[in-house]
Structure formats: C-alpha cells, structure tokens
C-alpha cells in the first residue's frame, strides 16, 4: 500500500452523528497536558500552542519538566506538564489554574488534579489506569470509577488502545506505536477547542520526513482523535476562542532561549562582526548553543567547551580577536565563569554572559524555575568590579534585550551578563517580527591608526578603551589581569592609579544609564504602592495591579529590565508611593538593592518553590499590604 493510500484509508473522516455538537464560545482556556517523560506532552503543548498562535488568538505558556533525567515510569516524580493559557483578549500568563487536564496516567493526575478549577474537564487515558499504575502514583482505588472526581467533567477515553488500533498495518513495533498517543491526545484536545491541526501535519509530515511510516503513524494518531471528538457521544460540547485583537504584523510563536540566540544573532549582523558563542552545556542554557549552531552561514561560530571555565576563556579570546564574544549558561557556571568574567573587566573587553537562571543551590533543581543569581550578576566577583546587569520580561522581550546587551557591551568595552530565568526561556508567547530597519544600527571601530596611540585612551562620554584586532601593525599592545596604568595600559601598584582605575571602571558601567530609556510607570503615577519588579515575574505583577486597579486600588507597576546600573529616574518615581513592594522569585535581593540605594523602607514578596508566581497569590500580598496600616 502506498503511503498516499494509506492515509486515505485510515484518516478519512467518519460519518458526523445525527446532531451537531453545541458550539460555546470563551474567552480564554487554561489547558494542562501530563504524563511521563516519555508520553511526549511537551511536544503535545508545543503543537498545540502553535495552533493556537496560528488561529490568531493570545497564547502563553509554562513547561514544566521532571528534575529527574530517568525517572521511574508512573512515579509521581516523573511527571512532566506543559500549561498553556490561550485567550480572545491579550494575556500575560500560562494562567494560575487550568479548565483542562490532559492526563496520561494516574500519577499525572495524582500531582496536577490540586490545581484543577471546580467543573474542569478531566481527559484520561484509561489505558494507563492500572493496579501497578494506580499503586505507584498512591491510590488504593481508582479515581475514575470511585466517585472522588464527581465534581469534575471527567472523560475516560482509552487513547493507547484506540492508537495502537490506527496504526494496524503498519511496520512498527508495539513501542514506537505507542509513542504516537500524545498526537491522538493532541488530535482530541484541537478538536474540543477548535484549534486547526494543519500546522501539526505539516510540523509531522517534516520532521518526520525521512521515515515515512512514522509521519503516517503521526498523522493516524492526530486525526484518529480529533474525529473520535468529532463522533463520540461523551463529548456534546465544542469550545471556540476567538482571535485576539493584536497589532498588525507578521507573528511566529517564540520560546526565550530561541529570541535569545536571535537577538544575539541579529545584533551580530546589525554590528557587521563575527559571533562567536562559547558554552558548556547546562540546563536550561543548552537551547541557546543549540540554536545558535544552526546559524553557521550568518558567520556565527559556536564551540561546545569541555567546562565552563574553557567556554567563557574562549569567548573573551574571541573578544579580544575583534568578535562578539558570548557564552550562555545557568547558575553553576556563572559562580565558575566570575574570575574570567573579572579578567573581561579588568582588559576592559565586550564580553556578554547569558545566566538562564535555575532554581539552586549547586545542582538544586535543574529544570525548575528561580532568580537568585541577582546578587551574584552584581557583586559576585573579587573586589570593586561592576559590570552591567540586564533582564527580559517575557520570552519575546529576551529578543530585545539580548540586542541591547551587545549593543551596550560594544559601546562601552564592558562585560555586560543578560539575567534570564527557566521562566522564561522556556515559555512561548506569539512574538511580533521586527522590521530590520526597526533595529538599530550598531556602530564599532577598531583602532587602526598607530598615531597617539596608548591602550587606555578614553571615549570622553562612555569612557570606552580603543577595540584593536590583535595584529594590526603599528598598535602591538599587552594587556592582563594586573592592575593596569592609566592610559598606557602598562602594570602599576601604585596606589593612587589602582584607585584612579577601580573609579573609572566603576564610572564607565555608571554612564550606562544615559542609555537606558525613561521607566515606564503603570497605572497610577503617584499614590499608596509602588510595586517594582523584574525578569519573568513581569506578567503575574503586570496583571495583578491591573485587577487592583479596577477595583478602585491606589497601585503602580514598575519593571526593572536595567539593574546596574538602575535607571536614572527610578530615585524620582519612588517617592511618589507610599509604599514600595517588591516580588521575586528568591529571598528578597532586589529588595535588598533597592533598600540601599533609595534608602525606602520596600519590603518584598518571596517565593522560592521552582513554580513562578500566580497571579492570585500576588494579588492577596498586595491586598494585604495596601490594607495594612
């Protein structure tokens, strides 16, 4: 049978029932897909969060991958979930509880049912619901059958075995056919909430291309359940979201780390230099240098180091030879690569760190998501060395802001560390393509000339040290980690130079902030609380004062994407509040900061469990602060 045939004879549509199925419209659907590691559901919820982008509504999301790498099948530590908030009006979350969970198996839905909205959807596969199953995920009886789920919309649907009957005929062994039910889930969830699955068989019918009986085992499975939805009499009810209201433009749906490796990349070609990318792998780093690799022909060249210490040696050489030099890694790596970082400082190189922040201390859990490493971006080296600090707001801002930090490190021949989280560089939000010529333009000179020529001669406004590529005749020069001599660059104990230096680099990262836009106040712009914070807590805060404020609450939002050096105006804004509140996802470190430059008595909001805020745990913090006298 030829693969066209066969599609044709196993995914033709059955004939529809007798009566339509009612059609009720909402405005937004919180959906939760669960299983093991192995049951797919990240590339489920990625498929259908792409569906969702491509039926025009809002749409943001939160993986949510197991710490452990082989964790025991059915166990409660195994589980791995994919949320996805979609909406007929802008969002700024994944959404704090879902309408819908997808379970694959009973530990699944042993760690997810606490979050379920009362009356939500149940969608199980009965398949998985057995003895051992059920023991290994702590249930003495099952939960489908015992009446505990009474006040939920439960739907058993056997999903392994109605797969396994779609792919009869084809070539494949029992295991790799069962591997193709996160598609029937996804074909079964797409049809209940409208959601187009051409982008999905398009997606199959490419990545699958080599194998032609997996992309016809793939397509099986999609369209096996979304016309099971289509038939079966359990489901009387269709749900349809209808397209958001966005700004005109060209949109594709976007993870952190992949806008990341873009904006590193775009700011590349905007500079007209080599990138080079120097890593050691390290969740939830590793999608940078994956993305990165696949941009060989945009004169980007990526090295896989043998340790953190060689990846960020490497990039600060490629600095040194006239490239953008970067190197991306999480918490760990940061805390080893910090006396290279000093090295970049002290030679006064653009070097740029990319911290995908992860929830620690030391390994921790790798996969789950925190913002302790502020303290250490700013202070965490040996002496008086301040390099400047940046951090997105959501996964399309890490575009943006990865621009800005190559824009800043070249301008100002200063190490700069962009400061993302798990948070973000996982989640996905439809992202608005930019123009090229919306980019700016960024400038670079390399010393060429040998007249006047000293090491540290300074740019009279950013205090910037002449860029020479190593060979240029005329302008041989040494440089190192020993204290250097002003303008000649030569080694010097003195002590009123070592002053002199420690100041000027200290001044350097301070006139940053005559680049750094006004900050932009939300809501009221003076009153009872002010609520200041930064990285991914941005869409939690943002919609938490936006429904105080509604309800009549005194209260503004401010979000930090430049924290060293802090905006010029914030020490204007503050005072306008009464009270300032910081939430962060640590023990309290902006907090801290703020505390000591503004010298107001903020107080923070701390949450340190791997899981971002909800945006109901903020706006019962802020209640009670705005009430408390």
């Avoid at 599609?7 to 909402?26: C, D, G, L, N, Q």
């Avoid at 022909?297 to 490497?314: C, K, L, P, S």
């Avoid at 560089?425 to 020529?453: C, H, M, Q, Y």
């Avoid at 190192?480 to 230096?501: C, F, Q, R, W």
Wanted: charged share 25%.
């Amino acid at each position: 049978m030829s693969e066209e045939k066969g599609a044709t004879a196993h995914t033709e549509a059955p004939p529809s029932p007798k009566a339509p199925k009612r059609r009720e419209e909402r405005e937004e659907v919180v959906i939760r897909f669960a299983g093991d590691s192995g049951d797919g559901m990240q590339l489920a919820g990625m498929q259908f969060t792409n569906e969702t982008a491509v039926a025009g509504t809002d749409v943001a999301t939160l993986p949510d991958f197991p710490a452990e790498i082989r964790a025991p099948a059915g166990t409660l530590f195994g589980v791995s979930g994919f949320q996805l908030n979609f909406s007929s009006h802008e969002i700024f979350t994944p959404g704090d509880n879902p309408d819908v969970l997808v379970m694959m198996n009973p530990a699944a839905l042993k760690v997810n049912l606490k979050d379920l909205k009362a009356g939500g959807i149940i969608i199980a596969d009965t398949a998985e619901f057995t003895e051992p199953n059920l023991r290994k995920a702590g249930y003495e009886t099952n939960p489908l059958e015992d009446g505990s789920l009474d006040k939920y919309q439960v739907f058993p649907v056997d999903i392994t075995t109605m797969t396994l009957r779609a792919m009869e005929g084809l070539n494949l062994s029992q295991k790799v056919a069962t591997r193709c039910k996160n598609f029937y889930a996804l074909g079964l969830t797409s049809w209940l909430f409208t959601r187009p699955i051409e982008p999905t068989i398009r997606w199959i019918q490419n990545r699958f291309k080599k194998d032609p009986e997996l992309v016809e085992a793939n397509l099986r499975a999609l369209k096996t359940g979304y016309f099971f939805g289509e038939t079966a009499e359990m489901f009387a009810v269709q749900y349809e979201v209808k397209p958001a209201r966005l700004a005109p433009g060209k949109y594709r749906n976007i993870t952190g780390n992949t806008a990341t490796a873009l904006g590193f990349l775009a700011a590349a070609e905007r500079a007209g230099l080599p990138l080079f990318l120097g890593s050691y792998p390290i969740t939830p780093a590793s999608d940078i240098l994956h993305e990165m690799a696949n941009y060989k022909h945009f004169n980007v060249y990526t090295f896989q180091a043998e340790d953190e210490i060689a990846a960020v040696g490497a990039a600060v050489g490629a600095a040194y030879g006239g490239c953008i030099g970067i190197t991306a890694t999480s918490g760990p790596g940061l805390l080893l690569k910090q006396e290279t970082i000093n090295l970049a400082l002290m030679t006064e190189l653009p070097l740029i760190i990319a911290d995908i922040q992860r929830a620690g201390p030391s390994t921790g859990m790798p996969t789950k998501t925190e913002q302790a490493d502020l303290l250490m971006a700013i202070y965490g080296r040996s002496s008086d060395s301040p390099v400047v600090v940046m951090a997105p707001a959501t996964p399309g801002d890490c575009f943006y802001m990865a621009f800005e930090a190559v824009r800043i490190a070249l301008k100002y021949m200063v190490p700069v560390i962009f400061v993302s989280d798990t948070f973000l560089a996982n989640g996905a939000e439809p992202w608005k393509i930019p123009k090229v010529s919306e980019l700016p333009r960024i400038e670079t000179e390399f010393r060429t000339d040998p007249r006047g020529f000293q090491p540290y001669l300074r740019d009279p406004e950013t205090l910037s040290r002449p860029w020479v590529r190593p060979g240029t005749p005329g302008l041989e020069h040494r440089i190192g980690g020993l204290e250097k001599e002003d303008i000649t660059g030569n080694v010097s104990y003195d002590p009123a130079n070592h002053e002199k230096m420690v100041r000027l680099r200290a001044e350097k990262v301070a006139r940053v902030a005559m680049d750094i836009p006004l900050t932009e106040v939300r809501g009221d712009s003076s009153g009872k609380l002010l609520v200041i914070g930064w990285g991914g807590t941005y869409g939690a805060i943002l919609e938490a004062v936006e429904r105080l404020r509604a309800q009549g609450k005194s209260i503004a939002h401010v979000h930090l994407r430049y924290l060293s050096p802090l905006p010029a105006d914030l020490k204007n804004i503050i005072p306008l509040f009464e009270k300032v509140l910081v939430p962060e996802l640590n023990m309290g470190q902006l907090v801290k900061i703020i505390r000591a430059e503004y010298l107001v008595d903020a107080k923070g909001i701390n949450k340190i469990q791997g899981q971002p805020f909800r945006v109901s745990e903020l706006m019962e913090k802020m209640q009670e602060f705005l009430e408390d006298s």
